[in-house]
């Protein structure tokens, strides 16, 4: 209550006010200043006649009782509470004690629990050095009466949980920063995982002694995977490992621990032997003895190594004890000082082939169908009289149901579901462990093994929850082949990781992408490569990630695999000391890509196989050739709206002047509109191949929505093949691709004299990057290119501010930038490159 001169009488304000605020209340009206490590804020505002509105003020404010982490830990804190009645978080307060006549708090020194807690305009979240919370809904409870800490949506508790962290540790004008900042849930906490990815150099080894000279050698940011635990892993590895751990952190670094989350075994001794390159990666292992009721199964009740042989079998997701056994993995995780963790095979099921038909399965399948059809529709669709004693697995026994593709009419409904389930529990995981690190102060990295996402839906799925994408790839590429698709091994720059990078981009546009070379498939390969081609590689992988504002993975010394050192120091040296060109750049590009997730979940369901078309090679192979033409594009992701919701917005289509629709079979209706309206809007629509013959969910569309595409003025080319550039990009098919892109695209942002160098741009402030790769190599090494001209089209509203450009090139003896003259003419810029190794980075001032 305040009264004074110039104050209204009987107003009552809304703004949230604090005992922190009265020092520098006092402060202004006595006309002096306060320090800078007041936290509060003066309430003078407020007293007057125009007060600001809530919204221009504190948003959410600090509560603390006693130090949060006091001497003794949880233990000391607890012992000191030992009055409090069961089932009630603090102890009577003493005035209350007193008042009944028994003062027992001060006799006998005990004293409440201390907490730390968030007030905002809608919420009170708190805190409790013993992992307990409370978490209020004002709105409804405004006595705080009903705790829904348990029941709460768990992206509100981690947003209170992440803003208590931050107004925890800050101080002074920082907190006031804090405060005012709207509630959003899921902001803070997206802000806090970009702050804690947006890392420059990531390095992939396992820390054991061998290596660590290895680790020390290079200024990483993350150390991805720092150890490699099983599900059988026991608590020793703590105390093997947490010295050289600390030691990483010591230097700055975030240690991820990588933990194999499929890998089911009975005894240790089952699994294939970890230290025959260095003993120390032999972690102490236990016997498992739930293995068996946590494995997934076939129709038949084999489990997938019974039915398909393998040293082990493979975890199910979708068995509460095993999802409860793999929650507390990750807790320990948290517990034991890792910043994050790198969850190798998340996706437990092994995708596509090999589903699981275990009973948990079964009973999420029938919650399922339950959940999208009617007891009517499910009789009239699939003949299924009672949900409840439905069994999937009877209708596969049925002679004919397992054959390729499926006969079964409930595949495509159990696809789904594989895939859903999947979402909903990982998620849940997820979000669960980072609930419990920022109860516990702190943040953790969740990352998975992302490996070759172009062609697995499981792993699209993935990158959506992460803090940062991890895709490994195995150095193959998927190809038809007798009509059938299988992975084939090919080594770059045969063909291109930048489809990848782009990919994951429009997947998840605000998350870092990293790229690693996983094992033992693509180290497998590596080795068995000469030295030469080994260090030609590498560098080039290095070039096109960061070209691409993607991130690799430092190689790491492996069991079967060692990564040229001098190499990779040489390019992160280049890296670091040319941190602008890589850190925040803006991709430019006027074409756009569209990648349909529904058709990937349809190419990639058991049987399609020998399916025509794939969605997902043909969206490669042009990518593949877009790449080597140095088209800047970028990709418009369209979710499926059951497994990903559908966000797409025209905003993301008119953002390029051409959108292209490589062989999009399967888009909702929503999406076959956007696009239309995209048309009519005057910008370039290309659709190349089947469009929308099905919805989302493989539906058979009634109507031609390529026709209705043309009516709307898109251009529509129906047999152009890119799979046949993905085959052979210099078989005269493949030429025919790139004619008719010609055609399709006059128009370029860059243009090389070179057909031999892709060329990528970007932005950053004043300074536009033209990222140039080399892609001729031979046995004896990549051929440099020489004195060819490069021309640059400055997009709208860009012109140059100096009259040359500069060059630089890890690859370059001093790696110093080289002047180059310019020319310009009709708003483009024209240099003369000397020479091109591998990667160099053309540089323009401009405003």
Same mark, same amino acid.
């Given at each position: ?61 600090? !509560? ?15 012992? *000191? ?352 462990? *980072? ?129 040229? !050192? ?118 370039? !629509? ?162």
């Amino acid at each position: 209550m305040v009264r004074g001169p110039g104050v209204p009488t009987g107003r009552t304000l809304d703004h949230l006010t604090g005992n922190i605020d009265l020092a520098p209340t006092w402060a202004e009206l006595a006309g002096v200043e306060w320090p800078d490590f007041v936290d509060g804020r003066s309430l003078v505002p407020l007293l007057g006649d125009s007060p600001p509105p809530t919204t221009e003020w504190r948003q959410s404010f600090l !509560l603390e009782h006693a130090p949060y982490d006091p001497p003794g830990g949880q233990a000391g804190a607890a012992a *000191k509470a030992t009055n409090t009645p069961e089932g009630v978080m603090e102890p009577p307060d003493p005035e209350d004690e007193y008042a009944s006549g028994t003062p027992a708090a001060l006799s006998s020194g005990k004293e409440a629990l201390p907490y730390r807690g968030i007030r905002t305009a809608d919420y009170v979240y708190v805190e409790y050095p013993t992992d307990e919370q409370e978490l209020y809904d004002l709105r409804g409870d405004p006595y705080q009466l009903e705790n829904l800490a348990a029941t709460a949506d768990p992206a509100l508790r981690q947003e209170l949980a992440a803003r208590l962290q931050e107004l925890a540790a800050c101080a002074g004008a920082s907190c006031r920063s804090i405060e005012d900042e709207p509630f959003v849930a899921g902001q803070v906490v997206a802000r806090q995982a970009d702050q804690a990815s947006e890392a420059l150099i990531y390095y992939l080894g396992y820390a054991t002694q061998n290596n660590m000279e290895w680790i020390e050698g290079f200024d990483a940011d993350v150390l991805g995977r720092g150890f490699l635990l099983f599900l059988n892993s026991n608590e020793a590895w703590l105390s093997d490992y947490r010295l050289r751990m600390e030691e990483c952190q010591e230097d700055g670094r975030k240690f991820l621990v990588a933990i194999q989350a499929a890998v089911l075994v009975e005894d240790a001794a089952d699994l294939p032997s970890l230290g025959a390159g260095d003993p120390a990666l032999a972690v102490p292992m236990d016997p498992l003895p739930q293995w068996r009721a946590w494995a997934c199964e076939t129709p038949k009740g084999l489990t997938l190594q019974e039915a398909y042989g393998g040293s082990f079998a493979h975890s199910c997701l979708s068995n509460p004890a095993f999802q409860e056994f793999f929650e507390d993995r990750l807790r320990a995780l948290i517990d034991s000082g890792a910043d994050g963790v790198h969850i190798d095979e998340l996706m437990t099921r092994s995708f596509p082939n090999h589903e699981g038909y275990c009973d948990d399965c079964m009973e999420g399948f029938r919650d399922f169908l339950a959940a999208r059809y009617s007891a009517a529709e499910l009789q009239a669709r699939y003949g299924i009289e009672d949900i409840n004693s439905f069994d999937f697995r009877d209708i596969l026994a049925v002679e004919g149901n397992l054959e390729t593709p499926p006969a079964s009419p409930l595949h495509p409904e159990w696809w789904l579901f594989q895939l859903s389930d999947l979402s909903d529990v990982e998620r849940h995981i997820i979000s669960s462990t *980072k609930s419990y690190a920022q109860v516990k102060g702190r943040q953790f990295l969740v990352t998975t093994n992302a490996y070759e996402p172009e062609s697995n839906p499981a792993h699209i799925i993935e990158m959506t929850m992460t803090d940062f994408s991890s895709m490994g790839t195995g150095m193959t590429i998927r190809l038809r082949k007798g009509g059938k698709i299988v992975s084939t091994p090919r080594i770059p720059p045969d063909y291109s990781y930048i489809p990848l990078h782009r990919m994951a981009q429009g997947v998840t546009p605000n998350k870092a992408i990293t790229l690693f070379i996983d094992g033992p498939g693509g180290t497998g390969i590596m080795k068995e490569l000469p030295e030469q081609t080994q260090r030609d590689v590498v560098r080039w992988m290095f070039a096109e990630a960061y070209a691409a504002g993607a991130r690799f993975h430092v190689p790491y010394p492996s069991l079967d695999y060692y990564a040229p !050192l001098e190499e990779c120091r040489q390019y992160v040296a280049f890296i670091q000391a040319n941190r602008a060109a890589y850190e925040g750049a803006d991709h430019l590009a006027d074409v756009g890509l569209l990648f349909s997730y529904a058709s990937q979940i349809w190419d990639s369901w058991v049987g399609a196989s020998t399916m025509e078309p794939n969605h997902s090679l043909q969206w490669y192979g042009l990518a593949q050739a877009l790449t080597d033409m140095s088209v800047q594009y970028g990709v418009v992701f369209a979710p499926d709206g059951n497994v990903i919701p559908d966000n797409l917005a025209l905003d993301d289509l008119v953002q390029y002047d051409t959108i292209i629709v490589p062989w999009a079979y399967s888009l909702s209706d929503d999406q076959i509109e956007l696009l239309e309206e995209y048309a009519r809007s005057g910008n370039t !629509l290309i659709v190349v191949g089947d469009l929308g013959t099905v919805d989302e969910e493989k539906n058979p569309r009634s109507t031609d929505a390529a026709s209705s595409l043309r009516a709307s003025g898109a251009t529509v080319v129906p047999g152009l093949n890119f799979e046949t550039y993905l085959n052979d990009p210099g078989a005269p098919e493949a030429a025919a691709v790139v004619d008719a892109l010609n055609d399709l695209i006059p128009d370029r942002l860059v243009r090389t004299t070179n057909d031999s160098v892709t060329a990528l741009l970007s932005r950053k402030g004043d300074t536009l990057y033209c990222h140039l790769i080399n892609r001729q190599r031979e046995d004896a090494g990549f051929n440099p290119q020489m004195d060819f001209e490069v021309q640059i089209t400055l997009p709208s509203g860009i012109v140059t501010s100096d009259a040359n450009a500069s060059y630089m090139s890890p690859d370059l003896s001093g790696g110093a930038p080289t002047v180059l003259p310019t020319t310009r003419h009709d708003g483009s810029v024209q240099m003369t490159i000397p020479e091109l190794e591998i990667y160099g980075v053309v540089t323009l001032s401009v405003r």
